[in-house]
């Protein structure tokens, strides 16, 4: 890489911070070995709180806002790093298409350089380290880039920079996804010491579809520990020589409610993807492993793995969702954040502590993707909020006295994956449908809530019959290898590329007729991935 074009501006702000905050480097410098102001900008500390209701005795502040897909934060000492994914970028990217197959021109993935690691000092004033990481928009809604953070305590951070998943080994890469950086903190400047995605090309170690997306981890005692929620794999990094290592591979997690065709996704099996999510080191020494699960996502799923040094596995906590990070408070107490307790009806994000007999107890709710979570010394919970989907409106919240809160008993919602062939579907979003829809359909017994599988390379349904003039929900999961879309070119709708193992919903409000929905994808249409719309 060559030199940022605002490093010379960077060590001008550096010295001036040193001026004024002399007490405050000082104090960071004999752990994180000094830490730079880049871009110093005021931070917007203590001025608003956000919307959600909090319980008694709980205090929210907003010490930053405006944030690209905020990923996980870390202290050291009073100070708060944390990163942000970005928001992608203008370069589109396009998977090479299999001989004799048309090229649409859809892009799989957009990239450019907008991902960050950002400090806030004690004094509340915001820094900006690092501000090009290489980022990448994964689906509709999702961005990819840097995330995972670990500090040495010796004046570097670690950082890991995602990739889009299964893109991985189709797109022209750079190099700079996929990997684990080292970045000094007095100058910014930053290296890849480790390139995971060519790993995964290389060796596959969790034998599925080859996709990597490395996302959280921690740095102990020499490596960094490094989660990849597309490889489904934990590695560890060497710090000084950047050799990996694989340290557990994490494989799929069992899903009986699977249709019998299981995942193609995963040569077959009844099995989703476990996407562990990072890896942070307990008051025991043992490693920590939150997953967030592939998709349908199902509630009370995800398990949270324990992990001795050597290797050796237990299960630290089981019947949980979606778990994207795990904290633990100054009495050794752990703390699971939650992206969300049921991610196909709108589920809020939580925060559940694990109790020492395993009782689990939501402390926070009405969290809006939620993501990374770290406690200070003094007991303070920092959440990165509104971290995956909402550009531009993440948030970095510091709550107070949530060790306090008495709580909730952690419950799952009650729509279940339900146990027949069509389980693979979106269990909330089927079972309004099976049962009393909440919205009522003009036309008797026609649906206004439709789930369809795209597969490789077809649809799970050829035909589709729904009510006129009426708005009806399509719940699209993609449960095949490859990228697919839906697409109605009569009535303009399109879901846009919806990559393996993702979801995406559109609505239909439609004249009585019959439509061909079809994937724009090179070749699938002519290989028989459309189907007949009726609307009646
Ligand atoms: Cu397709």
């Known amino acids: 890489?060559?030199?940022?074009p605002s490093l010379s501006g960077i060590r001008a702000a550096r010295i001036d911070r040193r001026t004024l905050a002399l007490g405050a480097v000082a104090s960071a410098a004999a752990v994180a070995g000094g830490v730079v102001a880049v871009n110093a900008q005021d931070a917007t500390p203590a001025?608003?709180?956000?919307?959600?209701?909090?319980?008694?005795?709980?205090?929210?502040v907003v010490l930053a806002s405006?944030?690209?897909?905020?990923?996980?934060?870390?202290?050291?000492?009073?100070?708060?790093?944390?990163?942000?994914?970005?928001?992608g970028g203008e370069d589109a990217l396009f998977a090479t298409p299999v001989a004799g197959q048309e090229d649409t021109g859809d892009p799989v993935t957009k990239r450019g350089y907008s991902g960050t690691l950002k400090?806030?000092?004690?004094?509340?004033?915001?820094?900006?380290?690092?501000?090009?990481?290489i980022s990448y928009t994964f689906g509709a809604v999702e961005v990819v880039g840097a995330s995972g953070l670990g500090f040495d305590g010796n004046g570097s951070a670690y950082v890991i920079v995602g990739a889009p998943g299964p893109y991985i080994g189709q797109i022209e890469r750079t190099g700079?996804?996929?990997a684990v950086y080292k970045v000094d903190l007095a100058?910014?400047?930053?290296?890849?010491?480790?390139?995971?995605?060519?790993?995964?090309?290389a060796n596959n170690p969790d034998p599925a579809a080859i996709d990597s997306n490395p996302y959280g981890g921690t740095y102990a005692g020499g490596l960094v520990y490094v989660a990849d929620a597309g490889g489904n794999a934990i590695y560890t990094v060497d710090a000084e020589t950047g050799e990996i290592a694989v340290f557990a591979v994490t494989g799929g997690l069992a899903a009986p409610f699977l249709p019998e065709a299981g995942n193609a996704l995963r040569g077959g099996a009844k099995e989703i993807d476990s996407v562990p999510s990072t890896v942070t080191e307990g008051p025991n020494g043992n490693f920590f492993v939150p997953f967030i699960t592939g998709g349908p996502f199902p509630p009370g799923m995800a398990p949270v793995y324990e992990y001795a040094p050597d290797g050796t596995k237990t299960d630290f906590a089981t019947g949980l969702t979606m778990t994207s990070d795990i904290a633990f408070s100054s009495d050794g107490t752990a703390y699971v954040c939650i992206m969300s307790s049921n991610l196909l009806a709108g589920g809020a994000g939580q925060i559940v502590r694990i109790g020492a007999d395993g009782t689990?107890?939501?402390?926070?709710?009405?969290?809006?993707?939620?993501?990374?979570?770290?406690?200070?010394n003094e007991d303070n919970l920092f959440v990165t909020h509104k971290a995956n989907g909402f550009p531009g409106e993440g948030e970095?919240?510091?709550?107070?006295?949530?060790?306090?809160?008495?709580?909730?008993?952690?419950?799952?919602?009650?729509?279940?994956?339900?146990?027949?062939?069509?389980?693979?579907?979106?269990?909330a979003t089927e079972a309004p449908t099976e049962e009393a829809s909440p919205i009522a359909s003009p036309v008797a017994d026609l649906p206004t809530e439709v789930s369809l599988e795209l597969e490789d390379i077809k649809y799970s349904k050829t035909e589709i019959t729904i009510p006129a003039d009426t708005d009806v929900i399509v719940n699209l999961t993609n449960k095949g290898a490859l990228p697919h879309d839906f697409t109605i070119d009569e009535l303009n709708i399109s879901s846009g590329t919806i990559p393996s193992g993702g979801m995406a919903t559109v609505k239909i409000n439609a004249p009585k007729g019959t439509y061909t929905y079809y994937c724009t994808q090179p070749g699938h249409r002519t290989a028989g991935m459309f189907g007949t719309l009726k609307v009646v």
């Open 1 to 4: 890489m060559t030199e940022h």
């Open 47 to 60: 001025a608003e709180t956000p919307a959600f209701t909090l319980p008694e005795g709980v205090e929210a």
């Open 66 to 87: 405006g944030l690209n897909n905020p990923r996980f934060v870390k202290v050291v000492d009073d100070w708060i790093f944390f990163t942000e994914a970005g928001v």
């Open 119 to 133: 400090s806030i000092g004690p004094d509340a004033t915001e820094y900006t380290i690092v501000d090009d990481f």
């Open 176 to 178: 700079e996804e996929a």
């Open 187 to 201: 100058t910014g400047e930053k290296s890849v010491i480790a390139d995971i995605g060519a790993y995964e090309i």
């Open 360 to 376: 689990k107890t939501v402390v926070l709710d009405g969290l809006m993707a939620p993501n990374g979570i770290a406690f200070d």
């Open 396 to 427: 970095l919240v510091r709550f107070s006295g949530v060790t306090a809160v008495e709580g909730t008993p952690f419950t799952l919602p009650e729509t279940q994956p339900p146990a027949s062939p069509e389980a693979a579907t979106p269990a």
